[in-house]
């Protein structure tokens, strides 16, 4: 029990067949080896990859429900630009080089089961593993400039 949060990169596949060359194919789904019948890939519309996953990292929730979701912390699924996501990894990237903004940067938010709201180790091994997450994201970018895939931020407790 206790606050989770992802970041999930949903890639849209459906086969179109007057899409031609530029037509992602899914043709065959396994698990454990196995074929898996149940699920038709004709049927496939998004390919969805969990790109980060946190644990009880209240400040960066926090972030996330002020600036991509309005204010409302309600366990939505919720779609997050580029732009977003580079001025997260901004702030943290401004904690690592000082701590000490760490409280004006991104403030801890308590919650049922949020965790701890010191700005402790803990806080600033969250902040390191945001920036590899989000640099990781950030990174798969097609020719464009553009994420490959669309962003969605989610939490639940």
Known sequence: MGLDMYLEKRNYVKQWEHKGDDNVEVTVLT???????????????????????????????????????????????YWVNKEDLEKLLSLCKQIIEDPSKAKELL???????????????????????????????????????????EIYYSSSW
């Open 31 to 77: 698990k454990h080896g196995e074929q898996v019948s149940h699920i038709k890939p004709e049927r496939v519309s998004y390919v969805i990859e969990e790109v980060g996953y946190w644990r009880k990292a209240n400040h960066i929730h926090n972030w996330f429900v002020e600036n991509v979701q309005d204010g409302k912390d309600d366990c939505g699924d």
């Open 107 to 149: 403030p801890t938010r308590s919650g049922f089961f949020f965790g701890n709201t010191e700005y402790d180790e803990y806080y600033i091994s969250s902040i390191e593993h945001t920036i590899d997450i989000l640099e990781s994201v950030l990174s798969e970018v097609d020719d464009r400039g553009y994420l490959r895939g």
